[in-house]
């Protein structure tokens, strides 16, 4: 008996795991449109007009149908020529169908994809907190209108907490047991630099079968980036060109100063020289303060006119290289946004976004 027991348990299990799809099927209809071909793609970014096409189909008496397989859950496009947009959705190796038409394309209504179900949830909820902020805005927007300054400021403090709601809310989906694809497209779909010890426990946290996919790559490169520039860790060297093609080191400056490096770059939102820079200089620079500024960038003509104008008298250097300097090689794209303190044992002291910030922290180590 037992025998049989052990027989019938094995066939139960074999049955189980061969019930388990191993490609996916997608179906779709579409009202109002009869004849077309229809693509399926990816998107190097969410934005993108067009797809890029991996596979083609025709749209035969409104319906058309894809056939394939996955090994994870991937974001996929569905467009159809000659209409405007493309249907985004997650496939798995399952039956998934699409049902549209011609008038509310590229919306859809998707059902089979167990990934497509759980992103739409969390999306619903996503799209909450956006209405919220944007009717904030036009009611702040309205009060300055009116020349009601106390309920702008008002409401400008509600538009903030709700902008930090939305972001807690996205970072605690990043970190939940929600499958990794759908935590990791969050993640990217966020476009903001969280913590690194955020943007860390994510990468850690993911099943090991998304780290191959570039979402996962692009993030490990920006932990790596970011941990180079931690509080502790020691500076990274840079010798480049002063605008008379001298040579010079961030490490005849490190040592006896404290110093404050930064990175700036032809940007509409960026100054080459940062605000309150020149009166930082002025005030800390005899009790121990080195300015050390980096010109990330290709034209000679704003590096020298930023030297001349305002009189710089700490080192603001350059290859001009751009994006192929080794700067960027160096402290990486996402590092370049901040401004760093470095101790007199060359070790970042943190990074900050103002002068302010800066300020609070030189107040603690060299003078009042």
């Known amino acids: 008996m037992r025998s049989l027991n052990f027989i019938l348990l094995i066939v139960l299990l074999i049955s189980s795991s061969c019930g388990e799809r191993e490609n996916f099927e997608i179906k779709g209809k579409v009202k109002s449109i009869d004849s077309a071909i229809v693509y399926l793609g990816t998107k190097k970014y969410e934005s993108q007009y067009g797809i890029n096409p991996i596979d083609s189909t025709v749209l035969e008496n409104g319906k058309f149908e894809f056939k394939g397989s996955v090994k994870i859950p991937q974001r996929r496009y569905i467009k159809i020529e000659k209409q405007f947009g493309s249907i985004p959705l997650f496939i798995e190796n399952s039956e998934i169908t699409i049902k549209t038409n011609k008038d509310i ?8 994809s167990e990934t497509q179900t759980k992103y739409e949830s969390y999306h619903a909820k ?71 010890n955020i943007m860390d426990s994510l990468y850690t946290s993911l099943d090991s079968s998304v780290h191959r996919i570039n979402m996962a790559k692009n993030l490990k490169k920006k932990i790596e980036n970011l941990e180079k520039v931690q509080p502790g860790k020691f500076y990274i060297n840079l010798i480049l060109n002063d605008p008379a093609g001298n040579k010079v080191s961030l490490s ?14 032809l940007c509409p939102h960026m100054d080459l ?57 160096k402290y990486g794209n996402v590092n370049m946004l901040f401004h760093y303190l470095i101790d007199k044992d060359g070790k970042f002291i943190g990074k900050y976004k103002s002068t302010k910030e800066i300020e609070k922290e030189l107040k603690k180590r060299i003078g009042k």
């Open 105 to 112: 394309y590229p919306d859809a209504e998707i059902q089979g």
């Open 126 to 196: 996503l799209e909450e907190y956006n209405d919220s902020i944007k009717n904030l805005d036009k009611s702040v927007q309205k009060a300055i209108r009116n020349d009601n300054q106390s309920k702008a400021n008002y409401l400008q403090k509600k538009y903030s907490e709700a902008l930090h709601a939305k972001f807690d809310y996205i970072e605690d989906y990043m970190l939940s047991d929600a499958p990794s694809i759908l935590r990791l497209f969050a993640y990217k779909r966020a476009r903001v630099l969280f913590q690194y």
């Open 252 to 265: 005849d400056y490190v040592g006896e100063n404290y110093v404050l490096l930064y990175f700036v770059y």
């Open 273 to 329: 020289l940062p605000k309150g820079f020149p009166r930082l200089y002025e005030k800390y620079h005899e009790q121990g303060l080195q300015l050390f500024g980096v010109y990330a960038d290709t034209d000679p003509f704003y590096w020298e006119k930023t030297i001349e104008e305002n009189n710089l008298k700490w080192p603001f250097v350059s290859d001009l290289k751009g994006r192929n300097s080794i700067v960027y090689e």
